[in-house]
């Protein structure tokens, strides 16, 4: 399966990822040849078998809504690149 | 004046003897491992950093660095995590620190768990230690090398699609991936959540069953836990009687399995017959035949939206950018290597819109059909046996820049951990003078099985986990 330059930028785009022009180059040859050997699940015909999603089977887990206490602000800033008092600090957005 | 103890040799009930008998001291025993790790992992380099004594009474634990540790740097292989140090322990760690346990570093593994050599580490490859010119397997070769060169009495490790079990192959000694479900993944860092599990590795089963029971359970913090349905039970016997032993054809024939790999995993089954098992032959064909290709997209999926966290805002380091979108994909392109951007990019593609159902939505119905076999046969069987890796430890770069070839060796321990099965690795005997793994696979929740079956073999198999090169 040949994926195009286009489309793997647009899923870098995706993924928020800066991929230089020699990533893009060799991820895209590498992405072709792994969705070729991944497509090989496509040849069943699964219309009647239900997705699992979990190999568990739990449903509905509660716990008792009993107030317990969490981290300090502090602790919760202590690896933060760039803090502004209560927030974390990040460059414009737009 | 000699070591107060043979750290090559002592297995962690031993060394749980020396210290309740008060013949050896915790700070006696963490002194003798730095010394090992002093004297021997400059050259195998299973440690990230080593810590100084804590204040438990027991023995040490070594842990991967994918498993949070209070004030002590967590980087899970990564160079997007340098420099984090969690302000919480995940709770596996804080169950080691209840049980007494001292941390005595944080081993090396492929970055973000994501590989079958530990080559994709950030900070350099770990080798094996039985050749040094070999990879440990991986991701979790950190723990398995520190294991089987005296660098640990024993060692946590992480398991998506074999990332304990076949490391533990390679270095010949014994490593459990539980059941999904029976060990919190609180303050664990993520890679693919419907299938990473934590679990111990050791020289010994009795060993392994001990450190299961000390993290396996339900946890609050962790609403994917859930209670053992019996305790653990440190396996004693040496009889198979009554045991019903399941060969899946395909797991044990499958193409690119080796001759040498074959050979011993069948005297294993031999030895289980005359230890009174009753061993039969089963099938698995999904399991072979769809296996890899169906975690490789699971997997991949499940890991580019875990990895979307890693933005540059709230931990870890942060590129420059004129904006914030910048900002974030600058920081994940330096911070991410070759592996997690490939996955990355994998799994944002089989999630993107047009292509889901065709591969995300196909991938999770194999799923299905990988389970319902699986429960078939362990209708029939109370265990399931099979080679842990198809091939002995291969050697450092051989397939580093092919990703379909270093996929590959997940091969026979991808289907039950799809399966959510929990899987115990023995060491069966040597091939070519490197170790071969023996992979027992039980019914969920089966441990207690895998752990007396493994243990009755253990003691018939008489394997030596001291690598040749450090007797």
Redesign the interface.
């Known amino acids: 399966m040949l994926?195009s330059r286009e489309?793997?930028l647009h899923?870098?785009r995706?993924?928020?990822?800066?991929?230089?022009d020699e990533?893009i180059e060799r991820?895209t040859g590498?992405?072709g040849?792994?969705?070729e050997?991944?497509?090989?699940?496509?040849e069943?015909d699964?219309a009647d078998?239900?997705?699992?999603?979990?190999?568990?089977d739990?449903v509905n887990?509660w716990?008792d809504d009993e107030p317990r206490s969490s981290?300090s602000l502090d602790?919760?800033f202590?690896?933060?690149?760039?803090r502004d008092g209560g927030h974390?600090r990040?460059?414009?957005?737009? | 004046m000699p070591p107060v103890v043979d750290t090559l040799r002592l297995t962690a009930e031993d060394a749980i003897g020396l210290v309740e008998r008060g013949e050896v001291s915790p700070a006696e025993l963490h002194a003798a491992y730095l010394e090992a790790i002093e004297a021997r992992d400059g050259e195998l380099h299973a440690y990230l950093r080593t810590t100084e004594l804590g204040d438990g009474a027991g023995i040490p634990i070594a842990l991967k660095d994918v498993i949070s540790t209070k004030g002590v740097e967590t980087t899970a292989g990564s160079k997007i995590l340098s420099g984090y140090v969690p302000v919480y322990d995940a709770t596996v760690a804080a169950r080691c620190k209840a049980a007494g346990l001292n941390l005595l570093g944080k081993t090396n593994t492929d970055e973000f768990a994501m590989g079958s050599s530990t080559e994709n580490s950030a900070w350099g490859p770990t080798r094996n230690p039985w050749d040094p010119s070999r990879v440990p397997g991986g991701s979790g070769g950190g723990s398995a090398a520190a294991v089987s060169a005296g660098l640990a009495p024993w060692a946590l490790g992480s398991d998506t699609g074999g990332s304990i079990k076949q490391p533990s192959a390679l270095c010949g000694n014994v490593g459990l991936r539980p059941t999904y479900g029976s060990v919190s993944r609180y303050g664990i860092v993520a890679f693919a959540s419907s299938l990473d599990q934590i679990g111990p590795v050791a020289k010994t089963v009795r060993d392994v069953a001990l450190l299961y029971s000390i993290i396996a359970g339900r946890d609050p913090h962790d609403s994917t836990t859930a209670a053992l349905p019996e305790p653990v039970r440190v396996p004693e016997g040496d009889s198979l009687t009554g045991v019903r032993i399941g060969v899946p054809v395909e797991l044990n024939e499958a193409k690119g399995i080796e001759a040498g790999v074959k050979r011993e995993v069948q005297g294993a089954i031999a030895l289980a017959e005359e230890l009174g098992a009753e061993v039969g032959e089963c099938s698995l064909p999904l399991s072979v035949r769809y296996g890899l290709a169906c975690y490789y997209l699971i997997a991949p999926a499940e890991a580019s939206s875990n990895l979307a966290r890693y933005d540059g805002v709230r931990y870890g380091p942060r590129a420059e950018g004129a904006t914030y979108r910048e900002m974030v994909e600058r920081t994940r392109d330096e911070g991410f290597g070759d592996e997690p951007k490939r996955r990355i990019m994998l799994g944002t593609y089989a999630l993107s819109a047009g292509y889901y159902d065709a591969f995300y939505g196909q991938a999770q119905r194999v799923r299905t059909l990988i389970i319902r076999e699986h429960r078939e046969a362990l209708e029939r069987f109370d265990l399931l046996v099979c080679p842990t890796s198809p091939t002995v430890a291969f050697p450092v770069g051989e397939r580093i820049d092919d990703p379909l070839e270093m996929y590959a060796a997940d091969l026979l321990t991808i289907p039950s951990c799809l399966a959510g099965l929990p899987g115990l690795n023995i060491p069966c005997g040597l091939a070519d003078g490197l170790p071969v793994g023996l992979q027992l696979i039980g019914p969920q929740f089966g441990e207690n099985t895998l752990f007396r079956v493994g243990h009755a073999l253990e003691q018939a198999i008489g394997f030596d986990t001291v690598p040749e090169r450090l007797r």
Do not use: C, K, M, Y
């Open positions: 994926i489309e793997a899923v870098a995706l993924a928020r990822l800066a991929l230089t990533e991820i590498e992405l040849a792994i969705l050997a991944v497509g090989v699940v496509s069943l699964l078998v239900p997705p699992t999603s979990h190999p568990l739990l887990v716990d981290l602790e919760a202590a690896n933060a690149p760039e974390f990040v460059p414009p957005t737009v």
